[in-house]
């Protein structure tokens, strides 16, 4: 063993030839065994000596297994139990983890293969003790009620932006990765602006259905459509007054982007169906993680629409380029589960920070949240352990991770741009990427035929909103290679469809 200090292992079982023969072999690896016959010597032993590891049957006289282990928890909470059973009720595996168990093995086991899992526990044990007896909090989560934890350079730059133009009425583009925070921003421009008190609505355009999307954002009069059976008033209208937010606005269409503009231009609507235009006083945020220029380079988006919102940008940094922020955001995320669990927060292992520390994150914050959110149900005791992160994040599949803050088009440069009053041409698949090889044939190294497919495989998709089955159709390609082509893709960090 590592440490100069044997690791003491207690053994609590019925069964006597059951403890000589686990103490034999545990005394042979170095450990310091001590054994008992019931549950509650057990938990008498647990309290004297302080194991790093208990094993505990299940079936004994007197107390349970499921039962000692409850009150193993108060007698030495740091110790890892691993409880041992002939019986592998489902209710017994539940409460057994239920309980805080670091593990459940069923009778007759290998006894090579306990003893790793014991080995396993004692570095879990370690792990668990490098964490030291109490953690000072980074951050206080009522310093942060907007949401936005960072103190590195990159966020520091988006915060001086948003207070910069917070309190004008100006347009506001947004750009980023998918997951870096977006709607966090939108929502604190708004509270900081001057129509705080007024509403505030976010609309994720990629999510509406594009038969939909202008009911939506205009409203409707009765009958307007099939289903139509009464008025509705759309989110600028009801948002008068205030902020509206629209994400993802790099995935909407053309006729309505006109529409959008107008609005914009304009502070007039008019409901789906109707024939009354209607004033309305909406502060535009906007955001989307495409690369909005390329889009207007070809045709895919409008020139005057981009330049619109383009009045004040703000660029969020992804993850991976503010380390840094990682613990801080750990800490808060931990803080606020636990407070609406009205629990004290769990704190994280030195060696499960190591390995966060470590990943490319190209989820971004979305992804932290999710991957801390597991840990912390996960995790039993107080502290989160390396164990308890998910196999992708301790050992990552090297993928290339997207060198540039949203989705690029590559498109040429002569591109004509697009007005208001200009036919939508050149939208065609066919005609966007020999945009994209006359441009890329140019650049020595370049993978035409890999960025080409990337962004046919992305456009089929969002043309079918999803079905891979259509695109497939589209692309000539069987459903099965199309399925293929999108699990690399969204293993290497780049956006499909959402």
């Not at 041992?84 to 290998?110: R, S």
């Not at 009425?169 to 709607?183: M, N, Q, R, W």
């Not at 698949?429 to 190294?445: D, P, T, V």
Request: net charge positive.
């Amino acid at each position: 063993m590592s440490s100069t200090v044997p690791d003491k292992v207690l053994v609590i079982d019925d069964d006597k030839d059951l403890r000589y023969s686990l103490k034999r072999a545990l005394a042979g690896q170095g450990h310091t065994v001590i054994e008992a016959y019931s549950g509650e010597t057990g938990v008498a032993f647990a309290k004297r000596d302080q194991p790093d590891v208990i094993l505990l049957d299940n079936r004994m006289g007197g107390m349970t297994g499921i039962e000692t282990l409850q009150m193993l928890r108060g007698a030495q909470p740091q110790a890892m139990v691993i409880l041992m059973t002939a019986f592998g009720t489902t209710q017994t595996a539940i409460e057994a983890m239920k309980f805080g168990a670091y593990d459940y093995v069923m009778k007759p086991f290998d006894q090579a293969k306990l003893i790793a899992l014991v080995d396993r526990a004692l570095g879990a044990r370690r792990d668990l003790a490098s964490a030291g007896k109490s953690a000072r909090s980074l951050v206080n989560p009522a310093d942060y009620k907007e949401g936005i934890v960072g103190s590195s350079e990159p966020m520091q730059e988006v915060l001086k932006s948003i207070g910069q133009v917070a309190a004008s009425d100006a347009t506001v583009l947004i750009t980023g990765e998918s997951g870096t925070g977006k709607e966090l921003v939108a929502r604190c421009i708004a509270q900081h602006s001057l129509r705080a008190k007024g509403p505030f609505m976010a609309v994720n355009c990629a999510a509406i259905p594009e038969n939909l999307i202008e009911s939506e954002l205009f409203g409707h009069e009765k009958g307007a459509f099939t289903g139509a059976a009464a008025m509705k008033p759309g989110k600028f209208e009801l948002c008068d007054g205030g902020t509206i937010f629209l994400d993802e606005i790099g995935d909407m269409s053309l006729p309505t982007q006109t529409k959008v503009l107008r609005a914009i231009q304009d502070g007039e609507i008019q409901r789906v169906g109707g024939t009354t235009t209607l004033k309305v006083s909406v502060r535009l945020v906007a955001a989307t993680n495409k690369d909005l220029e390329a889009m207007v380079a070809a045709r895919l988006f409008r020139e005057d629409l981009f330049y619109r919102l383009n009045v004040f940008r703000i660029r969020l940094p992804a993850l991976r380029q503010r380390k840094d922020d990682i613990p801080l955001l750990i800490d808060y995320m931990l803080q606020r589960q636990a407070a609406a669990k009205k629990l004290r927060p769990k704190r994280l292992s030195n060696e499960a920070l190591d390995a966060l520390m470590a990943h490319d994150w190209p989820g971004n914050v979305r992804e932290l949240e999710n991957v801390v959110q597991r840990a912390n149900v996960l995790a039993k005791g107080e502290t989160i352990l390396a164990k308890d992160l998910p196999q992708e994040v301790l050992n990552p599949r090297r993928t290339a991770v997207p060198t540039t803050a949203v989705t690029t088009f590559a498109v040429a440069p002569t591109a004509a741009p697009l007005t208001e009053n200009a036919p939508v041409a050149g939208t065609s698949m066919a005609a966007a990427y020999e945009a994209i090889y006359r441009q890329n044939r140019l650049n020595e190294g370049q993978n035409i035929l890999s960025t080409i497919e990337v962004e046919m495989i992305r456009r089929a998709m969002e043309e079918t909103r999803g079905n891979q089955l259509r695109s497939a159709m589209i692309l000539g390609i069987n459903r099965s290679t199309l399925k293929k082509r999108l699990i690399e893709m969204r293993e290497a960090g780049i956006k499909v469809f959402s």
